[in-house]
């Protein structure tokens, strides 16, 4: 088992590009979701999904778009980069069951940097 | 206010020291309280995952909650070397995955 999956690793972007981050689970887990972490914040959710076909939005998802298509895959586009997405972002999963999730299992996390 | 408050440190202890890691929260709904453990450069995982009130003991780990005082805390005995990470509490009234509010996290750096 990879367990969670993240690529890049590390990215630099300008103001106004776009790029996907790319997350990749195989736990055959329903729940996948898309954090960023700052420093002094926390972790905070931008999207989340409790199916494939099924995504929601989290406490900052302005920026970001997400779709899952199949269970194992949850990519997280960024539109237009601005500097306040710099941030790492980690990508999670865990089961489910009756819609309650369990442990979450975290991705290593892609270091974006905006300039 | 934040939600949920945790002193950033970084905290520094000698090797054997027993770690008082702390959490205080706001919302009185909250019901399961978690602590991840992140090394430098990785993702959390988790350690420890309680409902409620009361204590929970895993080897040289102790998760305590005080719902009442709105507090919880993470005791590490006999601290090693490689207990030196950032500590980060979370905490969900449902158990819902999109439900959990995390903490900010506390650095700890264990000196041999």
């Known amino acids: 088992n990879a367990g969670v999956t993240q690529t890049p690793k590390f990215q630099v972007l300008k103001t106004g590009q776009s790029m996907t981050l790319q997350c990749a689970q195989d736990?055959?887990?329903?729940?996948m979701s898309w954090y960023r972490q700052d420093p002094g914040m926390g972790l905070r959710l931008i999207h989340y999904?409790?199916?494939?076909?099924?995504?929601d939005q989290g406490e900052v998802p302005n920026g970001y778009n997400v779709s899952r298509s199949t269970t194992e895959d949850f990519p997280l586009r960024l539109l237009s980069a601005a500097p306040s997405q710099t941030s790492v972002y980690f990508c999670?999963?865990?089961?489910?069951?009756?819609?309650?999730?369990?442990?979450?299992?975290f991705g290593p996390g892609t270091r974006l940097t905006v300039t | 206010q934040k939600e949920v408050e945790q002193d950033p440190g970084p905290l520094s202890v000698p090797e054997g020291a027993i770690v008082s890691l702390n959490c205080t929260y706001s919302?009185?709904?909250?019901?399961?309280f978690m602590w991840y453990r992140q090394y430098s450069r990785k993702g959390p995982e988790l350690l420890m995952y309680?409902?409620?009130?009361g204590n929970k003991e895993d080897g040289r780990f102790t998760a305590q909650v005080d719902k009442s005082s709105k507090y919880i805390s993470l005791f590490i005995r006999d601290s090693q070397p490689s207990d030196s990470a950032t500590y980060l509490c979370?905490?969900?009234?449902?158990?819902?995955?999109?439900?959990?509010?995390f903490g900010p996290g506390t650095r700890l750096s264990v000196l041999p």
């Open positions: 309680t409902y409620s009130s």
């Open positions: 919302n009185s709904a909250f019901q399961y």
């Open positions: 736990m055959n887990h329903e729940y």
């Open positions: 999904s409790v199916g494939a076909g099924i995504t």
């Open positions: 979370a905490m969900s009234p449902d158990n819902y995955g999109q439900n959990f509010v």
């Open positions: 999670a999963s865990s089961y489910t069951t009756g819609g309650a999730s369990y442990e979450q299992y």
